[in-house]
């Protein structure tokens, strides 16, 4: 199996990519093609060799504040749009990108396509419960999906669940201000009868503060709510480790109890980190990616590799064709 890093997307710089490329590649057999700026890979692999550690050369870069479509279409020899190629000429079996995520839908749909029957791609979050994990989707790549949409969200995320974390029958909700079948906008409301007579294992809808009690396995949104979604529960996440650090900061506390606290802490957010767990999804199109957060750590970039991998050798892609095929 080869995976096509985009080595100059994100926010930190190539080195960061370039050593979570490494780390991967130290983990597993499979091959990791580093795309990007020759000099500067090369001069990485001088320093860090290993066998299943290749380069491909791409002399552009769609920067993050560039427009999607106009900048994938201008930019043909950048690192993200030579990534989408090698998928597309089956040269390499999935893609990973800390990129421009509009850029990476637009790469993925111009170049892969949709699988047949699936409406609109989608991207999934991993978000951690109490003791397991909740999916959510979509999480920003169709920011206006209509009722039929959200629906076949439901369906791909509960067949990614089952392959993925093994989960038979996954529970899948309909995120929502409130419980009853009667709330929400037109959309979400004109959804309800349509998940209720599906074969998903509807739990209804759901609220926002269920998410992370692990009420459903599976939960459904649009792309406009779902990245406000998680966008808040980072910003929630960094406000807490900041009170808390300046709350042991200035209290009287002994070294030892805030030792411990700091250790509980530090295992808290890693739990809460979504880097931890491969970035975003892209699923329903004709290829395996993941679009992962601009700015994470070398291990965020591993993890999305490793994650990328299992997908492939999960078929997941072929679960969904079957689904929307029959």
Do not use: W
Not at 124 to 153: K, M, R, Y
């Amino acid at each position: 199996m080869r995976i096509a890093l985009d080595v100059m997307g994100g926010d930190r710089g190539p080195e960061v990519i370039l050593e979570g490329g490494y780390l991967a590649a130290s983990e597993i057999s499979d091959e990791v093609v580093l795309v990007g700026n020759q000099e500067i890979i090369e001069e990485f692999l001088a320093k860090n060799p290993l066998p299943n550690l290749s380069v491909y050369p791409a002399e552009e870069v769609i920067q993050m504040d560039e427009e999607p479509v106009s900048a994938v279409r201008r930019k043909k020899n950048s690192s993200m749009v030579k990534c989408f190629r090698l998928l597309k000429e089956k040269k390499v079996e999935a893609v990973v990108t800390a990129g421009n995520t509009g850029a990476a839908v637009a790469s993925a749909s111009i170049f892969l396509r949709k699988i047949k029957g699936v409406k609109r791609p989608t991207l999934a979050i991993l978000l951690p419960t109490a003791s397991d994990f909740t999916l959510l989707l979509d999480a920003g790549a169709c920011v206006d999906a209509g009722e039929e949409e959200l629906l076949q969200f439901g369906i791909i995320g509960s067949i990614y669940i089952r392959k993925m974390m093994e989960k038979e029958n996954p529970k899948v909700g309909l995120l929502n201000i409130g419980e009853e079948r009667t709330k929400g906008n037109r959309v979400v409301k004109s959804a309800y009868p349509l998940f209720e007579k599906s074969n998903l294992n509807f739990v209804g809808n759901i609220e926002g503060r269920d998410i992370f009690r692990g009420k459903a396995d599976v939960v459904v949104c649009d792309g406009f709510v779902g990245n406000i979604v998680l966008k808040c529960s980072e910003g929630v996440a960094e406000s807490m480790a900041m009170y808390i650090k300046e709350y042991l900061r200035k209290s009287a506390i002994s070294r030892e109890i805030e030792g411990s606290l700091e250790k509980v802490l530090g295992h808290f957010f890693q739990r809460v980190n979504y880097s931890n767990y491969g970035g975003a999804i892209l699923l329903g199109v004709k290829g395996y990616c993941i679009i992962t957060h601009g700015a994470s750590p070398a291990e965020g970039i591993k993890n999305s590799i490793l994650v990328a991998c299992r997908e492939v050798k999960k078929g997941i892609n072929k679960e969904i064709e079957k689904e929307f095929v029959s």
